[in-house]
């Protein structure tokens, strides 16, 4: 079973940035799409930003220009950069992945689609 590691969460103020890693704890043989979620109290999950697996991206509007999602395709992380946070981007954050576990040296071995646990960022005044 792949699990995936978060990082990079805190409190910060409006205005300020934070950068959040995901990647997998142990080996696989490679990720194919990526994205970040988060969810804030009394709301439902939504996607923050995406990278598909034909390495399009797309952004949630309220994010646009504010945002940046990227990947290491060497370790299979992926990284959310966010400036000029806004006291409604508070939320738990969470990574997604899909892809083929296994190794590079063992080959692949199925599909997986795993979550991290969830990171909280908190924008306070």
């Known amino acids: 079973q792949v699990r995936l590691v978060e990082s990079g969460g805190g409190l910060v103020q409006p205005g300020g940035s934070l950068r959040l890693s995901c990647a997998p704890s142990?080996?696989?043989?490679?990720?194919?799409?990526m994205g970040w979620y988060r969810q804030a109290p009394g709301k439902q999950r939504e996607s923050v930003a995406l990278i598909h697996s034909g390495g399009s991206i797309t952004y949630a509007d309220s994010v646009k220009g504010r945002f940046t999602i990227s990947r290491d395709n060497a370790k299979n992380t992926v990284f959310l950069q966010m400036n000029n946070l806004k006291p409604e981007d508070t939320a738990v954050y969470s990574c997604?992945?899909?892809?083929?576990?296994?190794?590079?040296?063992?080959?692949?071995?199925?599909?997986?689609?795993?979550w991290g646990q969830g990171i909280q960022v908190t924008v306070f005044s």
């Open positions: 997604n992945q899909r892809g083929l576990r296994g190794s590079v040296r063992d080959g692949p071995r199925g599909d997986f689609d795993a």
């Open positions: 142990g080996s696989i043989f490679a990720a194919t799409a």
